[in-house]
């Protein structure tokens, strides 16, 4: 690995489509909402995205909107877009986690790249976790912590995802990922560096957004990834989750 390799990621809920509700209230994706993200994506410039409901209507026009340069990797609804003008793909894993009976299969992609910039290989992953189960979150923390470690890829690894839990002290799926090396970024940064900290993540078409700090999507990274700027992104229409960015720079 090569120290000082910058990388900045997005960890996006993209909100799948199509939506009957959606559409029924003016907020269908081909209409309202595929010119909102991709103007959010140009305006933000990651060169990584992890993202969650990324349903096949929205990969299509992502795929269209942000030119040939961009390529993804999924698991289902789960993926990860790459810009290849600042990194190559090394290789993939795909990984199906725990998931209670009856539900659609929860969903892990692993990538591993190198900077084009510095040679620096890291890796990448993207998530989505059972919503309102918290042993389940913790069950698959666990098996998404396992399996990152199992690929050699848990000091180097920026893993963004809607764990759709927005405990952070407590017991829960971010206090098994420290205890396996993998940190939030609200336990890396303090709130003065991380730009509209307050307001939560999932914003239930809420304009503005609630603001009591409830993170259910976040951006964990391993040892040596250095986290040195965040923000929450109001997405203002484009998505029922507000989006995170992070930059950070590879230490060793």
């Given amino acids: 690995m090569t120290a000082g390799t910058k990388i900045r990621l997005l960890s996006a809920n993209f909100r799948y489509s199509p939506n009957e509700d959606d559409d029924a209230n ?11 993200t991709l103007d959010l994506i140009r305006g933000w410039y990651p060169r990584i995205i992890c993202g969650q409901e990324c349903s096949t209507i929205i990969r299509n ?27 190559n793909l090394l290789g993939s894993q795909a990984f199906n ?48 912590c396992d399996f990152i470690k199992d690929q050699g890829a848990q000091l180097s690894v920026i893993f963004g995802g809607d764990f759709n839990s927005g405990q952070t002290l407590e017991e829960g799926p971010r206090t098994v ?24 993540t999932y914003n239930g078409w809420q304009q503005p957004c609630p603001r009591d700090g409830r993170w259910i999507d976040d951006i964990l990274t391993g040892e040596h990834q250095q986290p040195y700027y965040a923000r929450v992104i109001d997405t203002n229409g484009a998505s029922d989750h507000q989006f995170l960015i992070a930059s950070t720079i590879q230490t060793t």
Avoid: C
């Avoid at 396996?180 to 900290?197: E, H, S, Y």
């Fill in 177 to 200: 990922a420290r205890s396996n090396g993998l940190f939030d970024l609200r336990n890396k940064l303090a709130p003065a560096r991380i730009r509209n900290v307050n307001s939560n």
């Fill in 26 to 36: 003016g907020r269908s994706w081909p209409d309202v909402r595929k010119a909102l």
């Fill in 97 to 144: 986690l725990p998931t209670p009976p009856e539900q659609d299969p929860r969903r892990l992609i692993l990538a591993r790249f190198e900077a084009r910039s510095t040679g620096g290989e890291w890796w990448a992953a993207s998530t989505h976790f059972t919503a309102t189960l918290p042993d389940w979150q913790v069950k698959q923390m666990v098996a998404a």
């Fill in 61 to 87: 026009d992502l795929a269209a909107g942000l030119g040939a340069p961009w390529r993804y990797l999924r698991n289902g609804n789960v993926i990860i877009w790459y810009d290849t003008r600042s990194h």
